[in-house]
């Protein structure tokens, strides 16, 4: 691999509530999935990112979520299919309009905490979350946990996906995230995770959390923007990736 996208969840802040550095790290990444006001983000703090975005080139994407703005986007919920199309479509027009008044677009969308993990594996609520997309825009990209079945259903559906593994998340034995309630799920060591992000893109594969080797075919790597180092973790990796010829790329540019 020669090129691989960096992404970071960004726009999170909420009123007088910081969260993260959009600005850094919007220097660093090459796509950023800005939050839609569902587990986080208030509108001036998504508009500003959105503008920041736009600045620097960087690929926006819509990064949905459960509405649980209480639990960060974090709590299973079991909702019908109609609400959740709704609420996605919902979420995916709002970031659009901003992005459309900053001169940009969005190009895929990334769903957020319990969702995402919910969507990996349950194809009810995974195929609400595609017809969302095929109803607002068939032609945006959905990015999901490299591996996941939800990736072969959004083809199946016709959409275009990339597959994404975490950078600061430690793996199953079977290509899982490790639950963050077990001990060593987040990675925090920014030479470690930059070591098992070389050997990411070089040999597509990464240690789990057992010490076993694991196969993971993924195009974009993410550095949650709320995990404690966020930007020398995100800093680190683009480091080791331009000292070793590995271009940071939006997958969209691709």
Not at 117 to 138: W, Y
Request: glycine share 10%; net charge negative.
């Amino acid at each position: 691999m020669t090129a691989i996208d960096l992404n970071s969840d960004l726009g999170e802040s909420y009123g007088a509530w910081r969260m993260g550095d959009d600005e850094t790290m919007l220097g660093i990444v090459s796509s950023a999935n800005v939050a839609c006001g569902f587990h986080a983000g208030d509108p001036a703090g998504i508009w500003k990112t959105v503008k920041a975005a736009a600045e620097k080139g960087v690929s926006i994407g819509a990064h949905v979520s459960y509405p649980d703005r209480v639990g960060f986007g974090r709590r299973d919920m079991d909702v019908t299919s109609g609400e959740l199309i709704a609420d996605v479509i919902y979420q995916i027009g709002a970031l659009k309009g901003m992005a459309t008044a900053a001169g940009t677009t969005v190009g895929y969308v990334k769903p957020h905490g319990a969702l995402y993990n919910r969507i990996a594996h349950d194809p009810k609520q995974g195929q609400a979350v595609i017809d969302a997309l095929k109803a607002i825009d068939p032609a945006l990209v959905l990015m999901g946990l490299a591996n996941a079945p939800i990736l072969n259903l959004a083809q199946a559906s016709g959409l275009k996906t990339v597959a994404e593994a975490f950078a600061d998340r430690a793996y199953t034995p079977d290509g899982q995230l490790v639950s963050r309630r077990e001990p060593g799920a987040v990675l925090h060591d920014t030479q470690l995770i930059a070591r098992r992000m070389l050997q990411l893109a070089r040999q597509g594969t990464l240690e789990a959390i057992d010490g076993s080797t694991i196969k993971i075919d993924a195009q974009s790597i993410c550095v949650h923007g709320d995990s404690p180092g966020a930007v020398a973790i995100a800093q680190e990796i683009r480091r080791a990736f331009e000292a070793d010829g590995i271009t940071v790329r939006s997958f969209l540019s691709a």
